[in-house]
Nanobody, 126 residues
Framework: VQLVESGGGLVKAGDSLRLSCVGS????????VGWFRQAPGQEREFLAA????????YYNESVKGRFTISRDNAKNTVFLQMNNLKPEDTAVYYC????????????????????WGQGTRVTVSS
C-alpha cells in the first residue's frame, strides 16, 4: 500500500495550492481519506476528510471556507485545494486512509487512519 502526496511548495501569503494524494495497492474507493498537517514542534492537526464516494466532505473549522477536499476514485486520487494561504499554514501535509469509509467521530483522530503518505511540505511566506 502506498499513498503519495504532491503539490506542496513555497508560496506567498494569499496564493493557492492544490495538493494531490494518489493511492495504490488498496481499493482506494472504499476508504474515507483525510488530510492532516504537522508544523515543527506541534501535534498533527486534522484538516479535512471526505467519505468513500466523495459526496460528504468534513472540515476543521480553522480551514473551512479556504480549503476544499475532493476525490476522483477513477484515478485513486484525493485533492486538497488550498486558497488564501497564510504563513500559519506552513507545515508538512499528509493524507491518510480511514477504513471506516464514512465520516464519523473517528474522522478527526489520527489514530483512526491506517495508511499514511510521506507528506508534502508547504511553506507560506509573508
Amino acid at each position: 500500500v502506498q499513498l503519495v502526496e504532491s503539490g506542496g511548495g513555497l508560496v506567498k501569503a494569499g496564493d493557492s495550492l492544490r495538493l494531490s494524494c494518489v493511492g495504490s495497492g488498496l481499493t482506494f474507493g472504499t476508504y474515507a481519506v483525510g488530510w492532516f498537517r504537522q508544523a515543527p514542534g506541534q501535534e498533527r492537526e486534522f484538516l479535512a476528510a471526505i467519505n468513500w464516494h466523495g459526496a460528504i466532505p468534513y472540515y476543521n473549522e480553522s480551514v473551512k471556507g479556504r480549503f476544499t477536499i475532493s476525490r476522483d476514485n477513477a484515478k485513486n486520487t484525493v485533492f486538497l485545494q488550498m486558497n488564501n494561504l497564510k504563513p500559519e499554514d506552513t507545515a508538512v501535509y499528509y493524507c491518510a486512509t480511514d477504513p471506516a469509509a464514512e465520516i464519523g467521530p473517528q474522522t478527526i483522530v489520527p489514530g483512526s487512519y491506517d495508511y499514511w503518505g510521506q507528506g508534502t511540505r508547504v511553506t507560506v511566506s509573508s
